[in-house]
């Protein structure tokens, strides 16, 4: 049996005075991956900044453990060095900022944090060149400043960038398919498929099924009102692309949730 | 007529403590004065001799201004001029510490004029290849060289400037740098004038004096560079003027990055003519207390004005931005942005003025101040004012204060930048819009190394 990398047990969260989370049990083993899906507004980008570290959210119950550690109790910073990566949901443009010189950046305390040598200038470069065939991500976009002026699949292939060059652990995924056009899709898969090892793992939150035909899931998650309320195998996204979510929340109102 | 705008406005409420400065304190500026102008040995009977001594009479007059001045509201002198400043009349040989000079300021490509407590210093400058016509030369080699030149334009209107400090300037005008592009005559490399500034047994006072003209069609870039020894206290006094003529193009750089515990106030006013564009972009890194005013007039029609600033104003600093901007005819353009960055107790002024006169239709005319707060003790009074008197014209300004935005914050954190480093970068990344808009790679990768080192404190 394969070791936890993620276990979040009863886990509650508030923001601005609402809880949003309200109690998340949620167990991710090595080599799995995880989707989440689930109604607007149910809290699943909620879970993905909580677990990021955002200080908006405040977590009043509950507990994470990440490889052995308390993950509420580390930085943001602290938690990515660790090997937890968020491709967010709505990347943030950061004008002025120049996106090799920020992920030179990222890339470098990370390493440092792992006791490996930073990177020079040129080494970070071959990184970068090799990365970018593999995503098919065009240079130029590198040199401007991070995701300003982006279109919006341009924003979520940079986060999947972001991502190979950063090799986490924990790679969690806020529907990073939206707004990727087929190409794009298939290219950003192939990369996260390109990632998996056998020691790490992946939380994948989408509005669609399609996407899981390229990431295949071992589990999927419904989220809604701020509770798991249905989990299954992959055959769960297909269900519910045909009945909606009506049909689980009909379900656990009979009282049937089922958790892994 | 359009006219836009957003103004926050933080006045200060602190009762600022309005002292009448002394006749002493104006006497010792006199009796420097009167040493100076024994020093000149006769030069004293020439026009510019009696321009010296009226500026001196005019000063006699006005005295400092006190912050129940409108302009100097924010801005008390009493700090500057109680300190006993000496002019530093004759430079001795081995006052020039060859290792400090070598070691400040811009060493990139540039034709170059160093100076030293105002004298100039030739061996240290370098000044070959300037192309057939042009003129880099320091200021009182012009004035014996170009006398007609020179004085049409300091004694035409040097002393149109209303400030109690140009005029001290004007009084003491003997050095500083003088840059002259003939029509048509591009130059390549930037004119670069490093005015270091060392105390050496009691504090000093500086006149520095640029004169910048570029004729009909002319082209070219100026930095103008202000620096002195760390922990030293001192008073640079600077002033500049440029006249840029039909069609031609000029770029005035300020960089100001003198100790922290000297002093520096400098004006500087540009006549743009017909078509004429000008770029002026003072950016403030050190001083205690730091006054600029820099002054454009557009005077033909066509002219462009844009009038850039970066200031970042941190423990024990205040730095005062008081800009002009004057439309005088029709179909002109302007464009202003000051950033400013402050911390610790800094305290930032801004005071940007756009006059539009009755003559000048078509005006276009945008101005921006925008401030970065990083602490709950710095201050920052803005107020973009506009004075129109023409009806058809547009015109925005603004001016915003804000602080670092979390998310972007939490960005950086979320892919193992800490916290100190992220809020660096988008620092960094707030100031440098301001420096991108200098056009000389060489000059802008050293303001960027300015502010970098200035960021790491
Ligand atoms: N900073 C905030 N302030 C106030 N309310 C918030 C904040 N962040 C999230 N919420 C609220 O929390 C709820 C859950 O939001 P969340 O973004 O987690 O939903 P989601 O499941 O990711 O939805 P979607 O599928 O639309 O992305 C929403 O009702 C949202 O309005
Ligand atoms: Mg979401």
Redesign the pocket.
């Known amino acids: 049996m394969s070791q936890p990398i993620l276990e979040i047990s009863n886990l509650h969260a508030h923001?601005?005075g609402?809880e949003?989370l309200k109690g998340i049990n949620l167990t991710i083993n090595q080599g799995e991956v995880h989707a989440i899906m689930?109604?607007?507004?149910?809290?699943?980008?909620?879970?993905?900044?909580v677990l990021a570290g955002h200080e908006?959210?405040e977590v009043t119950e509950g507990s994470v453990r990440y490889r052995g550690l308390d993950l509420l109790e580390l930085d943001p910073e602290e938690r990515a060095r660790e090997g937890v990566f968020l491709a967010f949901?709505y990347p943030v443009e950061l004008p002025g900022v120049n996106g090799m010189y920020f992920m030179k950046a990222a890339l470098n305390a990370v390493r440092k944090h792992r006791g490996l040598d930073e990177f020079d200038a040129a080494d970070f470069l071959t990184l970068v060149r090799e990365k970018t065939q593999v995503l098919d991500i065009p240079k130029e976009l590198l040199n401007r400043p991070v995701n300003e002026g982006f279109s919006g699949g341009e924003k979520k292939r940079n986060e999947i960038f972001q991502m190979a060059l950063l090799e986490p652990s924990l790679a969690i995924l806020?529907?990073t398919d939206s707004g990727l056009d087929i190409d794009a899709l298939r290219i950003v898969a192939d990369g996260v498929n390109k990632l998996k090892r056998p020691d790490n793992a992946a939380l994948v939150?989408t509005?669609y099924q399609r996407l899981l035909d390229y990431i295949v899931p071992d589990f999927v998650h419904v989220?809604s009102g701020?509770q798991i309320i249905k989990s299954g195998g992959k055959e769960l996204a297909l269900e519910l692309e045909e009945k909606g979510y009506d049909w689980v929340k009909e379900l656990s109102r009979e009282g049937t949730v089922e958790a892994v | 007529m359009e006219v836009s705008g957003t103004t926050i406005n933080f006045e200060n409420n602190a009762i600022t403590v309005s002292k009448k400065y002394t006749t002493e304190n104006i006497q010792q500026f006199v009796d420097a004065f009167n040493l100076f102008s024994n020093s000149l040995n006769g030069e004293s009977d020439s026009t510019l001799g009696a321009k010296r001594s009226a500026s001196i009479e005019h000063f006699k007059v006005t005295g400092f201004p006190t912050t129940k001045h409108e302009e100097w509201k924010y801005t008390n002198m009493l700090p500057i001029i109680r300190n006993d400043f000496h002019p530093h009349l004759t430079l001795d040989q081995r006052e020039v510490d060859e290792a400090f000079i070598r070691a400040s300021g811009y060493r990139g490509e540039a034709f170059r004029l160093v100076f030293l407590n105002g004298h100039f210093l030739p061996e240290q400058s370098s000044l070959e290849g300037v192309p057939e016509g042009v003129v880099v030369t320091n200021l009182a080699s012009a004035i014996r060289e170009k006398t007609d030149l020179v004085l049409e334009h300091i004694v035409g209107y040097g002393d149109s400037f209303e400030h109690s400090f140009a005029t001290l300037n004007t009084a003491h005008l003997r050095d500083g740098a003088f840059l002259y592009i003939p029509k048509n005559v591009k130059l390549q490399k930037p004119v670069h004038i490093l005015y270091l500034t060392t105390s050496t047994d009691q504090p000093v006072v500086t006149y520095p004096r640029t004169l910048l003209i570029a004729e009909g069609g002319a082209e070219g870039s100026v930095v103008e560079e202000f620096t002195g020894k760390s922990g030293e206290i001192y008073l640079t006094n600077a002033v500049a003027e440029a006249i840029v003529g039909e069609n031609a193009h000029l770029s005035h750089i300020k960089i100001q990055h003198e100790s922290r515990d000297a002093f520096h106030i400098g004006a500087s006013h540009a006549k743009l003519g017909r078509n004429a564009n000008y770029f002026n972009n003072t950016i403030s890194f050190g001083g205690k207390i730091v006054r600029n005013d820099p002054w454009a007039v557009l005077e033909g029609e066509g002219g462009h004005a844009a009038v850039d600033g970066l200031y970042l104003v941190g423990e024990d600093q205040l730095i005062d931005n008081h800009t002009s901007i004057d439309h005088t005819v029709p179909n002109c353009t302007s464009h202003e942005l000051y950033k400013g960055i402050l911390r610790d107790n800094g305290h930032g002024v801004f005071n940007g003025k756009i006059f539009v006169q009755k003559d000048a239709q078509k005006t276009d005319s945008v101005q921006s101040n925008v401030n970065l707060l990083l602490s709950d003790e710095a201050e920052i009074d803005t107020k973009p004012q506009l004075e129109i008197y023409a009806d058809d014209v547009k015109c925005t300004h603004g001016a915003t204060i804000g602080r670092l935005d979390d998310t972007s914050i939490f960005y950086l954190r979320a892919r193992g930048i800490g916290k100190a480093q992220a809020e660096q970068m988008l620092t960094y990344a707030f100031a440098v819009e301001v420096i991108e808009h200098i056009s000389d790679e060489n000059i802008r990768e050293y303001a960027i190394e300015l502010l970098d080192a200035r960021l790491d404190k």
Do not use: C, M
């Not at chain 1, 689930?38 to 900044?49: R, V």
């Open positions: 923001v601005e609402n949003i689930g109604p607007n507004g149910s809290g699943k980008s909620t879970l993905a900044q908006a959210y949901q806020d529907e939150i509005h989220l701020g």
